[in-house]
């Protein structure tokens, strides 16, 4: 079969010596920032990207999708150990991880997360791997009427999916639209909001935004922390579930795979949302659910499988759309785009060896992480010990280097240390940078296509609901639109996330 | 021992302290080019495919720095404040280079900016889906006579080449053409395929260079076929006067002495002519057609003058 075929081309491809090397950096140095808290994957990678020129287009790729499922596997190992999330997404791990440590299950608790990973990885691997041949023929009958549909409909399901009151998030995504503007109007050839400034005549550089607002104001706001050092670590013993744990995280993995898998797909989604809706949902269904909070494993594989399989689904609508569902896959968008390739359609059939060799890039990358956080676990805990001050400026080094190699340029390093401020504004003020991410890149691209859109039909709106998969996502937006109006489906949005909060 | 060395270092640094205004041009130090785009693209890949080939014929070194933005007009600046010691060269690139000079007022002299040599002349064309009812630019002009305003055009923006080059066609036939923005040739080519444009605008060697079964050219925009598509019809072949091409050369400053320009502008005509660097062009596909300073300083007058009507075109339409 042709799916045969390609797939053995991507193992091809992916085992070469270069992309199974990059494959590791990226998988070391994603268990690496997933382990120290308050470095996240989309700060590392923001500051990676200029450096991936430099690289052949799917090495590049092959590192940079390894730090995000990597950050996956790291933040689980300190949650559970020292109760330390390492990342957004290991929060909920870090309930019922850190308590079954307590009670001497540590090593039952990361197995079960590296293991219930490990299997989410590959399930979501193989959808990919499906959905993709599949999704990208029927995404050449996108054209530009039904991708302003889609995008409507992404930017308000990122509106309902952020954290915190959804005017904010609102307001966010306002400001992205608004940064998303700045720039010489390719349909008229004015210039807008750059101020006579010739740097900005192109626009606003997306890495410039993403460092500012994720690896500046990151440390910045980590600097108020006082170091939480000194914490116990808890005493590792057996590395093996017992048979209970087994019997029990089983059919948790199985849903929080299932969980994560879907809600990766959608705009918005990811990693993070992935891992808190698990948890609600082991939760509710389970017929114990006074033993969630005192050490539940299933508070541990569901979660862990969710995050790992959303991590890796949310690359479905890039690859195959070119449409990023959330910061980290605009990350990633940048990314192909600096090496001149358009995710989409194409891809598939004209570059077949990128798309493949980074699915299966994506097996193999996960069979490593389980090989590097089992075994050498202790090497990672180690890591907590490094001291901050000696961490921070390296970063903020690179995070400099990174923003300054882009176009050469001091302009934009300034930009971007605004953007720092701007984004330590932001944490204050309790609002998500990430809907303005998400503004700021599907901004620019809403409005191409409606400008498309009518050319092409002489003005006429029709085209919008007139076109079968444009009126389903107009009617699927009106329909999200309802719900967040309705009293009820507020109140639980706002439950689900107290419990983020907490 | 000890005392010889460090004599010796004496010397040496006398040496340098004297000689630093004296040394000749272009041993001193590296010469810069500035690209005015970004790494990977076509003019960032041809520079740095021929500096190597330039630095063979000079005995110095090259290095090269992407200074994007602005279509160029970050780096056109650049070079007119650099100082005028032959040490810094530039990419240059027309039509952007004319083409923003007409509406608004550039940052830069374009008086100070003396071409050395131009390398690629890169005609337009226009392609259409592989199973399209048009096999000539004549079909889809019959078409668009009995349909005016149906025939979209897929554009990377207004003042483009492809733009300019549908704004000419429209002329010169009489017809009436809808032009539909996209960011980028990749986007224009994934609606073109998906049918959601008719036909898209695209350089020559664009389209000789990537995988085209999907695809079929209407004919070029050049005077004369270029030397990658010598079975191409141009547009005057069929009876249209449209002619549009991107040409991509190298620039120093004005101020720079004339004798240093010359001995530059030799060296990449040198290199131009090595073999090697010719197979190199030839996998790339590169439309190579070799202008003299002289010759391209003489053409650009002309061109930036047929821009000039075709974007006053432009302007009235909108």
Known sequence: MDFINLLALGFGEALTPTNLGFCLVGALLGTLIGVL????????????????????????????????????????????????????????????????????????????????????????????????????SFALSFGPAEYVSLMLFGLLAATVLARGPVLKAIGMILLGLLLGMVGIDAGSGEERLTFSAMELFDGIDFVVIAIGLFGFAEIIENLENHEARGVLVSKLSRLWPTREDFRRAWPAV?????????????????????????????????????????????????????NNAGAQSSFIPLLTLGIPSNNMMAMMLSAFIIHGITPGPTVLATQPEIFWGLVASMWIGNLMLVVINLPMIGVWVKLLTVPYRLLYPAILLFCC????????????????????????????????????????????LLETNIRRAMTISHGDPSVFYERPISLVLLIATVGMLVLMVLPSFRRTREEAFQEEEA | MKHLIRNTA?????????????????????IELIVAFAPGGGTDVMNRTLAPYIEEELGAKITILNRPGASGEIAYTALTEARPDGYTASSLNTPGYLTMQMDRKVRFDPKKLCPVARIVE????????????????????????????????????LGTDEHLAMLQLEKSAGID??????????????????????????????????????????????????????????????????????ERGIAMGCDVPADIRTKFSDAVHKALDNPEFQEKAKQQSLALSYLSADDWNKEMPVRAERLGAIWKLAKEQQ
Not at chain 1, 98 to 113: D, F, I, N, T
């Open chain 1, 37 to 136: 808290p308050g470095i996240g994957p989309t700060a590392t990678i923001a500051v990676l990207l200029p450096i991936t020129f430099y690289l052949p287009p799917l090495a590049g790729l092959i590192m940079l999708a390894g730090i995000y499922y990597g950050a996956q596997y790291g933040g689980s190992t300190t949650a559970i150990l020292v109760n330390l999330p390492g990342e957004a997404s290991s929060v909920v791990t870090a309930i019922d991880g850190y308590k079954m440590a307590q009670k001497g299950r540590a090593g039952s608790a990361l197995a079960v997360a590296a293991l219930g990973s490990f299997f989410a990885g590959t399930v979501a691997t193989f959808g990919i791997a499906l959905a993709g041949p599949t999704l990208s």
């Open chain 1, 254 to 306: 199985l849903r929080g795979t299932g969980v994560g898998t879907f809600l990766g797909v959608l705009p918005g989604g990811g990693a993070t949302l992935a891992s808190f809706c698990a948890y609600s949902f082991e939760k509710k269904i389970s017929r114990h659910p006074e033993e969630f909070g005192e050490g539940a494993v299933e508070g541990v594989a569901g979660p862990e499988a969710a």
């Open chain 1, 401 to 444: 280097v990174g923003v300054y190699s882009i176009n050469n340029r001091i302009f934009d390093v300034v930009l971007a240390a605004g953007f720092g401020l701007l984004g330590y504004a932001f944490r204050k003020a309790k609002c998500e940078a990430g809907p303005l991410l998400l503004g700021f890149v599907l901004g620019p």
């Open chain 2, 10 to 30: 004496l010397a040496t640094t006398l040496l340098l302290g004297t000689g630093i205004a004296h040394a000749e041009w272009p041993t001193d130090r590296p």
């Open chain 2, 122 to 157: 890169d005609p337009g064309s226009f392609i259409v889906q592989a199973g399209s009812e048009f096999n000539s630019l004549k079909d889809l002009v019959e078409y668009a006579k009995a349909n005016p305003g149906a025939v979209t055009v897929g554009t990377t923006g």
């Open chain 2, 177 to 246: 053409l809808t032009a539909v923005t996209f960011n980028g040739a990749n986007e224009a080519r994934t609606a073109l395929l998906g049918g959601h444009v008719m036909m898209i605008g695209i350089n020559v060697g664009e389209f000789v260079g990537s995988d085209h079964s999907a695809f079929k050219n209407l004919g070029q925009f050049a005077e004369q076929r270029s030397v990658i598509a010598p079975d191409l019809p141009t547009a005057k072949e069929q009876g249209f006067d449209v002619l549009v091409s991107s």
